[in-house]
């Protein structure tokens, strides 16, 4: 993920705008899935919205009769608070063994992760 990515998804409004115009589709904001553009046909005009590739995640964004629209939506929705798993409240350290996260209580897949569930560290 490059930085702007990562400054997109922590809700840096600028960020987001950044990508849209590059076309950049940001990845997943609840799972941190990659995302894509599906064109819906509904009888008329295809419509296109950005999903998450998971289906089980079940995340989109809004619906538009282009697809920059579409991306647009997707990358610049109201952010929920999402962040790296390394600087996770949640992130416990199992005695050096291993990092895991207690929401999910599963091992991180590593540094770049992060998920909908962040807490920042050290919070009051
Ligand atoms: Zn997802």
């Not at 009769?65 to 929920?80: C, D, G, L, Q």
Request: hydrophobic share 30%.
């Amino acid at each position: 993920m490059t930085e702007l990515e990562r400054r997109a998804l922590l809700g840096d409004r600028q960020a987001q705008e950044e990508c849209t115009r590059q076309g950049i589709l940001l990845p997943c904001w609840k799972c941190g899935g990659e995302a894509e553009v599906n064109e819906l046909h509904t009888g008329g005009k295809p419509i296109y919205a950005a999903a998450c590739k998971k289906h089980h995640c079940g995340a989109y964004g809004a619906g538009s009769a282009s697809v920059p629209k579409a991306i647009e939506f997707w990358n610049t929705r109201p952010a929920p608070p999402i962040g790296r798993c390394m600087e996770c409240e949640h992130l416990k350290d199992n005695d050096g063994v291993c990092l895991y996260c207690e929401v999910f209580n599963m091992t991180t897949p590593g540094p770049e992760a992060f998920c909908c569930r962040f807490e920042p560290k050290g919070g009051e």
